[in-house]
């Protein structure tokens, strides 16, 4: 009997955490305007989600320790997100194009690289993630990580000029009268190599 | 005071206050009686799901998680994001430090970790040390989600989820080598019907959050969405020209899914529905698989949905396996 109530008790905080997490992430997505809900909920969604994160403890400082508790078990369990991909709508898909000029003038253009196709989702996954503001305090580092990434298989290169962007695909009718992708660049960054990191 | 006993994990008492009813009703809910083969197919599954995933990124494993200045972007970025949310998440730099103590170089350590998740996803296929090998498959698996959480997507957090209730379930299940080796007692039929009781509600959780959020998208309504997903590199398997030809099938198919997912913790509990529901969905699942190239979200969705809802209910067997384990 002792043994059920303890397994009881860990079920009501599992899935009330749960519950939080998935709450959270669906408030989120009324907040942001990007559903089909009137803009009228927009402020309910984010006193919802305020509420959400407040169950996480998310609302303490980043050292309290019921924060962290909880941070811990909800990654250590694979909660830490709600299910909402692909939703509410496919996000675009997005491309860095790194553009290298050597010291001769020449320029040759470059995208980051994996070499398998699981490998290549997940590069994917963090360009997507660059675009979200929430990822911008390590935007620029993020970039010169993966221009740097290229720039030592081309060693020879003077400076490297990373362009950001985001690629819109056609609609289904566009596409039966022709038209392709679009890219929207979103942001560059220029990068020059010093001395004593070649 | 009557009572009937409906089953061991189920009292229904005649005469009790109707929130003692309840409580009790839910307990037996929560403790259905079960035998060990749902456990078998989620064991069984997850080595395949972990063996899978360590020879999909096999080639680029030390790319990915290597230190700054040697990899993709270095772990130091993601660790340091987890380390933000919570420094006791297990990452990989736990164990480059632990490795550095040992003399041992980032990149020994980093090999040492795949084949222990390899090693890890074979035993779990096999039955063979269940209990660790399901604890260092969630272990290395958490550290390379955690390292690499910027470059990590759907299939890590379900397969972290699947782990962690594989590693605290009643291990190891009769078809297991250990089972055969040992000549161990069946497990408590009440414990392994409680822990496939939080895998079907997990996934319950997971349908329905995931079908409401893309019923708030105009996109899934007009098959836009559908047609934005499948022709999104690197998901494009299936060529444009060939998926315009269903433009019209696009928007039903794309309702579909959405009422496929909301409805999905209603109607996987009725006997009559379950199985309907069961096939949809692991037909969507195969479909995501094959037709976007995501093998292993799709294997590990599959994985799950088996072993929670695709093997019955045995009450009866688990009626005979909780009079042996009484006695």
Same mark, same amino acid.
């Given at each position: ?90 996000? +675009? ?37 660059? +675009? ?55 942001? +560059? ?10 | ?10 009292? @229904?008492?005649?005469? %009790? #206050? ?8 839910? $307990? ?16 069984? /599954?997850? /080595? ?19 230190? #700054?200045?040697?990899?993709?972007? /270095? ?5 340091? @994001? ?6 006791? @998440? ?28 390899? #090693? ?14 399901? $604890? ?36 190891? &299940?009769?078809?297991?080598? *250990? ?29 329905? @959050? ?32 060939? %998926? ?14 959405? %009422? ?7 109607? $996987? ?43 019955? #209910?045995? &009450? ?9 384990? *009484?006695?």
């Amino acid at each position: 009997m002792y043994s059920k109530r303890i397994h009881v008790a860990w079920f009501g905080i599992h899935f009330f955490l749960l519950t939080a997490v998935c709450l959270a992430g669906v408030f989120w997505l009324i907040a942001q305007g990007s559903t089909i809900l009137p803009s009228a909920w927009d402020e309910y969604a984010r006193k919802g989600e305020l509420g959400a994160t407040w169950c996480l403890a998310k609302e303490a400082g980043p050292s309290n320790p019921v924060r962290r508790s909880i941070a811990t078990y909800l990654h250590t369990a694979g909660i830490q997100a709600g299910y909402t991909f692909f939703a509410p709508n496919v996000p +675009s898909q997005h491309r860095l194009t790194l553009e290298l000029l050597y010291e001769d003038g020449r320029a040759e253009y470059e995208s980051p690289h994996v070499r398998g196709k699981t490998a290549a989702l997940r590069l994917e996954s963090l360009l997507d993630r660059l +675009s979200e503001e929430r990822y911008e305090p390590v935007r620029e580092v993020l970039v010169k990580m993966l221009a740097f990434s290229v720039w030592r298989e081309h060693p020879g290169v003077k400076k490297v000029r990373a362009t950001f962007g985001a690629v819109n695909p056609p609609g289904m009718n566009e596409f039966e009268q022709g038209k392709t992708e679009t890219f929207q660049p979103m942001f +560059s960054f220029d990068f020059s190599l010093r001395d004593d990191q070649k | 005071m009557q009572s009937v006993v409906k089953s061991p994990g189920s009292q @229904i008492s005649v005469g %009790l #206050s109707p929130l003692r009813k309840f409580w009790q009703r839910f $307990i037996g809910f929560l403790f259905p009686l079960e035998t060990d083969t749902w456990l078998a197919v989620l064991r069984s /599954g997850l /080595g395949l799901q972990v063996i899978g995933y360590a020879l999909f990124l096999r080639s680029d494993w030390h790319y990915l998680f290597a230190s #700054s200045g040697k990899g993709l972007v /270095g772990r130091e970025v993601g660790e340091a @994001i987890t380390a933000f949310d919570s420094p006791l @998440i297990p990452t990989f730099g736990w164990l480059v430090a632990l490795g550095r103590n040992l003399n041992m170089s980032e990149e020994a350590v980093l090999t040492v970790a795949w084949v222990a998740l390899l #090693s890890a996803g074979c035993l779990l296929l096999l039955g063979l040390f269940c209990r660790p090998a399901a $604890i260092v498959a969630w272990f290395v698996h958490l550290c390379a989600a955690e390292s690499g959480g910027l470059l990590a997507y759907g299939a890590d957090a379900f397969m972290t989820t699947a782990l962690f209730y594989l590693m605290l379930s009643p291990l190891p &299940d009769r078809y297991s080598f *250990d089972r055969w080796v040992t000549k161990a007692k069946p497990k408590n039929p009440q414990l392994l019907g409680f822990w496939r009781r939080v895998l079907q509600m997990h996934l319950c959780f997971v349908y329905f @959050i995931g079908g409401l959020a893309k019923f708030l998208g105009n996109g899934w309504w007009d098959g836009s969405n559908l047609w934005r997903s499948l022709i999104r590199p690197p998901f494009t398997v299936v060529p444009p020209d060939v %998926l315009v030809r269903f433009k019209y099938a696009l928007p039903v198919l794309g309702i579909s899914i959405c %009422l496929l997912e909301v409805s999905y913790p209603i109607f $996987i509990w009725f006997k009559k529905t379950r199985l309907v529901w069961l096939v949809c969905i692991l037909a969507m699942h195969a479909a995501i698989g094959l037709m976007m190239g995501l093998y292993l979200f799709a294997l590990v969705m599959i994985v799950m949905n088996l072993a929670a809802f695709g093997v019955p #209910s045995t &009450d009866r067997k688990a009626r005979a396996t909780s009079a042996t384990t *009484d006695q």
